[in-house]
């Protein structure tokens, strides 16, 4: 018998998982007591790549000794102040177990326990409950180290847990209740993902297993997008797993990745292997967006929701969010899948690469990853790769007061530089430098009428390129309107508005417009049209648009049957809910009140819009490149004159002007063609 009594305790010993079915390991938040063992021998042998990251950590303003702190007694007061101080928490706590320096644990207790007396009531305001779990999640994680400091008195950290019992896991656990009385879907991933990761943390500096179970069951089988298979929805093939927010933009996608990779690591540290959870649908859905925002193609599925969002289209496919290296987020993915378990990670891995030695962005994710995860330097060596190769394929392209430039990627790069020059072959100056993996820019410090010519040097820590082969390219100012083509001011407006045209970026007009808006019963805006009859398809790409006005401010493409205010008419455009929203507006009847279809949903500058009319229907689309279109909605059925106008509108919802132009503008149809 006593046998087998000591098999088994022998067994829970060795088997973790089956050990934390009993009890909680601590320190074990984010970081067990191995892991920071491991960062503090490694920083005092000066080893490369953890004293990069740390000495990055050393300079943050947060990780100060003499930060100080502003305790509300509602911490939703300014749930973003609450964050502030809860990463001060964390990283003057790392830096004490670390350094060995106890300035930096008081000042981490000061922070805690200012919290902890000060908080008396479950936090509310704007976004409260919901992303308090962003807040909650780190100060439990900073507790969690603070704890092996002898000097945090048990009175105060009872205090402490307190607070996170008291007050703060009924609103994480409210948000994942109710939703705020949302459909289930309102809300995005990183909603839930920050509150369960809150009551896993909680679970575990509090040791609760009620809440830690809680936490784990809702990632598994929850009915929001938390939920690990809601959270990443779409699979693709090879290792590839599409994130729920890809279509709404790249900095929401990877903050809600890394924040899931934080919720396994705490999991992990107990013994449970989440980040395993369902064949590695982590790292699927880690491996996608990597690749994206290395610029490289991906697979994508439209994504919708209960509000009728319709991603049609992978986020940001043509701005500068893809590929900016914001989020501190890579290392604890890499060296979890690829070190420690070995398996094949290539865009993970070169993402780990060109953010190394990883340092602190965002206080949604704690960062310095490579100081906190990096399990062994010959997986991760600094700098991983030699001086980048001089980037490819070069295009500038002119338009009006501005220049694009773009480029091939360059795979092991970190950030460019763009040089220029007003003479053939240079001398160049160097106008711009930047971190990031996106091969764009936009060239507006510019003369209209000049050539300028261009080189790029790809950058990355151990160095700079050669330069690229030049590109040139010549901006335009606008002049008169093409013939055929006028000005009007549609319905009242407060200020005049105006166009011109230049023949660059295949044809380009600049517009600028006030008015009340484009939809209800009448339109308020500026107009530049043609006049025309039959069938026609009215094409144009929304190359870039200035935001002044008010929640009536629409710009895109029209078509109406007269220049009147109530005409019947038709539009694609962007503007509504926050001026990213697509919207297909559609006035059937002189007078009648327009109807809108929403668009995509997450819509950014450059954008293409399309206005089809074929007999007596109406077709709108989008498109993010011009060659791949999703229609919008169903065909309107209309009964217009033979005669009619298309063209393009600007409207701002108040006095003040804005201005969009457009370029690729064509319009074709049985009579004309340009």
């Known amino acids: 018998m006593n046998q087998i009594k000591y098999g088994l305790i022998f067994l829970l010993l060795l088997n973790p998982l089956v050990a934390a079915a009993q009890n909680f390991i601590h320190p074990g938040g984010l970081h067990s007591r191995v892991d920071l063992d491991r960062m503090k021998t490694q920083v005092a042998a000066g080893a490369h790549p953890w004293i990069d990251s740390w000495t990055a950590l050393t300079q943050h303003p947060k990780a100060q000794h003499t930060y100080t702190p502003a305790p509300q007694p509602n911490m939703g007061v300014s749930r973003q102040r609450a964050s502030a101080d809860a990463v001060a928490a964390y990283l003057n706590a790392l830096r004490w177990y670390i350094s ?119 990632f598994k089988s929850g009915a929001g997008n938390g939920n690990i298979t809601k959270a990443i929805p779409f699979l693709h093939p090879g290792g590839l797993a599409q994130w729920q927010e890809t279509g709404r933009d790249q900095e929401h996608a990877l903050l809600g990745i890394g924040m899931l990779a934080t919720f396994c690591q705490i999991a992990w540290n107990q013994g449970q292997d989440l980040y395993g959870y369902d064949n590695n649908r982590l790292l699927a859905g880690a491996e996608y967006t990597a690749k994206y925002n290395l610029w490289k193609e991906v697979p994508y599925t439209t994504y919708n929701n209960c509000d009728e969002v319709m991603n049609y289209w992978a986020s940001e496919q043509n701005s500068f969010g893809r590929g900016r290296l914001q989020r501190p987020i890579w290392e604890m993915i890499y060296n979890h899948y690829v070190v420690r378990k070995g398996l094949n990670a290539p865009y993970v891995k070169a993402m780990a690469e060109v953010n190394r030695p990883e340092g602190y962005a965002h206080d949604d994710n704690l960062g310095f990853g490579t100081l906190c995860y990096t399990l062994n330097a010959a997986a991760s060596p600094y700098p991983a790769a030699p001086a980048p190769a001089a980037p490819a394929g070069l295009q500038a392209t002119a338009s009006v007061g501005k220049v694009w430039l773009k480029w091939n990627p360059v795979a092991t790069a970190n950030g460019y530089e763009v040089l220029r020059a007003t003479t053939n072959g240079g001398p160049y100056t160097t106008i711009a430098s930047y971190k990031g993996t996106n091969p764009l820019y936009e060239d507006g410090a510019i003369t209209n009428g000049t050539r300028y010519y261009y080189v790029i040097k790809a950058v990355n820590q151990a160095g700079s390129s050669q330069q690229s082969a030049q590109a040139n390219a010549t901006p335009a100012a606008t002049g008169a309107l093409p013939a055929g083509w006028a000005v009007a001011n549609i319905g009242t407006v407060a200020t005049a508005g105006s166009a011109g045209y230049a023949n660059v970026s295949n044809g380009t007009f600049v517009v600028s417009g006030s008015g009340a808006g484009v939809g209800g019963t009448a339109d308020g805006a500026s107009y530049v049209y043609k006049k025309i009859s039959g069938d026609v398809t009215l094409t144009a790409r929304l190359a870039a648009a200035t935001w002044h006005g008010g929640g009536g401010q629409k710009t895109g493409i029209m078509i109406r049957e007269s220049l009147a205010a109530d005409a019947v008419s038709f539009s694609m455009t962007s503007g509504d809910g926050g001026v990213r929203e697509a919207r297909f507006g559609s006035r059937t009847t002189t007078g009648g009140k327009m109807n809108f279809t929403t668009g995509n949903a997450y819509t950014r500058t450059p954008t293409w819009f399309r206005l089809q009319k074929s007999g007596n229907t109406i077709t709108a689309y989008q498109s993010t490149d011009g060659r791949t279109w999703f229609a919008i909605g169903t065909p309107v059925a209309v009964s217009m004159a033979a005669d009619y106008y298309v063209g393009m509108a600007v409207s701002s919802g108040n006095a003040n002007l804005n201005t969009a132009t457009f370029d690729s503008v064509t319009v074709v149809n049985r009579f004309t063609r340009k």
């Open 100 to 218: 060995g320096d106890t300035a930096y644990a008081a000042c981490s207790r000061k922070i805690l326990n200012a919290w902890a007396y000060t908080v008396n009531q479950v936090p509310s305001g704007q976004d409260i409950p919901g992303l308090m779990g962003i807040a909650t999640y780190e100060f439990a994680v900073a507790g969690e180290i603070l704890r092996l400091y002898p000097n945090w008195s048990p009175a105060d950290f009872q205090q402490f847990k307190n607070m996170m019992t008291n007050y703060l896991y009924p609103n994480c656990h409210d948000f994942l209740t109710r939703h705020n009385n949302t459909c289930i879907t309102h809300y995005w991933a990183n909603w839930d993902i920050c509150n369960i990761t809150a009551i896993l943390a909680i679970g575990v500096l509090c040791d609760d297993r009620d809440k830690y179970n809680e936490a784990v069951t809702y």
